[in-house]
């Protein structure tokens, strides 16, 4: 993956890109709430075909935080741009966790430049079915990206599937988080408050595929029933693991995805 620090807009971001196909639109990446480029490294290491783009939202990683908050909308027309910049008028979606809620606004906002759309792990945002209360506190704060035996404790309970019986795979998929500020992390979490896809999902014209880990203690798989029920092209395809399954389970991921995106 070739890495680069990007201007767009005034926002420094730091871009991934990996080299693929030039004959089909490339896959743009959505990561989950304080995770960097190198986190889906596994999954992009199992999907074959397409180029692919991945950021550090501001604030995350590599790209520096904003001055002011921001909304899902800011991130989607920032997402444009860059799009714009790398000379891509289409791209595949992929959204993961938190990742998933600015794919659904992404595709939604700029309908004609998402083709394909994959949400995984995710829900249609504050109006969704709630994981475990204990779960959602060890979300509320970034103490796991930043203290790596905390980590290693609550992974099992914090993710599900396989780190739930492996807590020894904590550190070789978890290895690349790259911590950068804890306002960066509650910027995300703002960005998530009040924001709902709700009244528009029926409106998304992109073919869908939904993916949903049956063992998440942060996104029960009910909640990609309702995303699947309502967005008109879509189909749910569940995953035996848990949160993490893009990483865990980045080879069946990777080939379910990859089948649909063909």
């Known amino acids: 993956m070739q890495i680069s620090l990007r201007d767009v807009d005034g926002q420094a971001l730091r871009v991934g890109v990996r080299r693929g196909e030039k004959a089909r639109p490339p896959l743009l990446l959505f990561n989950g709430i304080g995770a960097n480029i190198e986190l889906v490294e596994p999954f992009l290491d199992a999907l074959d075909g397409p180029e692919a783009i991945v950021f550090d939202v501001p604030g995350v990683g590599g790209s520096p935080a904003p001055r002011l908050p921001y909304r899902p909308w800011m991130l989607a027309r920032l997402t444009a741009r860059l799009l714009d910049q790398l000379g891509h008028e289409q791209v595949d979606v992929l959204g993961v966790s938190w990742g998933g809620a600015l794919a659904q606004q992404f595709a939604f906002q700029h309908a004609r430049r998402c083709r394909r759309l994959v949400l995984a792990a ?36 914090l993710y599900g599937g396989a780190l739930r019986g492996s807590p020894e795979l904590v550190h070789k998929h978890l290895r690349h988080v790259r911590w950068s500020s804890d306002y960066g992390y509650y910027l995300q979490l703002i960005a998530g408050l009040g924001w709902s896809s709700l009244p528009w999902l029926r409106f998304l014209g992109q073919p869908t595929l939904v993916m949903a880990g049956t063992d998440d203690p942060i996104v029960p798989v009910a909640n990609g029933r309702i995303l699947a029920s309502l967005i008109p092209d879509a189909r749910l395809v569940t995953i035996d693991d848990g949160h993490l399954f893009l990483v865990t389970s980045a080879g069946d991921s990777a080939e379910i995805i990859a089948r649909f995106l063909n």
């Open 122 to 157: 995710t829900s249609p945002g504050s109006l969704m079915v709630p994981g475990k209360l204990t779960v959602l506190l060890k979300m509320a704060t970034p103490r796991r990206y930043k203290d790596p035996d905390y980590m290693k404790r609550i992974a099992g309970d």
